[in-house]
Antibody, heavy 117, light 107 residues
Framework: EVQLVQSGAEVKKPGESLKISCKGS????????IAWVRQKPGKGLEWMGI????????RYSPSFQGQVTVSADKSISTAYLQWSSLKASDTAMYYC??????????WGQGTLVTVSS | DIQMTQSPSTLSASVGDRVTITCRAS??????LAWYQQKPGKAPKLLIY???SLESGVPSRFSGSGSGTEFTLTISNLQPDDFATYYC?????????FGQGTKLEIK
């Protein structure tokens, strides 16, 4: 099982940029798809996008296309989620997860992003 | 975009009960469906994949069934640790939408 470790909580102002990370432990991490999932306070799970670490093939949920950027650096087994201009509505917990057997089988601990003026 | 609809949104049950949660897809997804359990402040945990395959380490009182557009998660002999929120998710060709969740509460 892959262990995923996410970067720490962030507090940002509207309009600021942000990049959060998700680092995997497996030596075969480059062969994994990594997904990002948003969970707003008290709400459900929303799939945002997914990237294949081997070649950075990336797919987005239509709801998040153009709103965020998913990227990866396979040399350091790390996937990223990035915003160029945060809004208050981006306040949420963000999880990364590995895709295996057509489901998200390993999850990071989550990164809490708070956007407030 | 495939829409996933769970019912009920909230379910009250007692320890030892058998409960069923339903998930409907807006179009056929064959058996490309997963179920997750989430407890407050924790990341989701995979329970079932490919509609009916039990993830390693998950108790056998959890079972999944269905295909096409209608799926169910059944929990037999509810245990105190099972009271949580459950989500279904379609996993069909780079589309991974979740249902809105079902909160399982203690009666």
């Amino acid at each position: 099982e892959v262990q995923l470790v996410q970067s720490g909580a962030e507090v940002k102002k509207p309009g600021e940029s942000l990049k959060i990370s998700c680092k995997g432990s497996a030596h075969t991490f480059a062969s994994y798809w990594i997904a990002w999932v948003r969970q707003k306070p008290g709400k459900g799970l929303e799939w945002m996008g997914i990237i294949y670490l081997g070649d950075s093939d990336t797919r987005y949920s239509p709801s998040f296309q153009g709103q965020v950027t998913v990227s990866a650096d396979k040399s350091i087994s790390t996937a990223y989620l990035q915003w160029s201009s945060l809004k208050a509505s981006d306040t949420a917990m963000y999880y990364c997860a590995t895709l295996h057997s057509s489901a998200f089988d390993s999850w990071g601990q989550g990164t809490l992003v708070t956007v407030s003026s | 975009d495939i829409q996933m609809t769970q019912s009920p949104s909230t379910l009250s049950a007692s320890v030892g009960d058998r409960v069923t949660i339903t998930c409907r897809a807006s179009q056929s997804i064959s058996t490309w469906l997963a179920w997750y359990q989430q407890k407050p402040g924790k990341a989701p945990k995979l329970l079932i994949y490919r509609a009916s395959s039990l993830e390693s380490g998950v108790p056998s009182r959890f079972s999944g069934s269905g295909s096409g557009t209608e799926f169910t998660l059944t929990i037999s002999n509810l245990q105190p640790d099972d009271f949580a929120t459950y989500y279904c998710q379609e996993c069909n060709s780079y589309s991974y939408s979740f249902g809105q969740g079902t909160k399982l509460e203690i009666k």
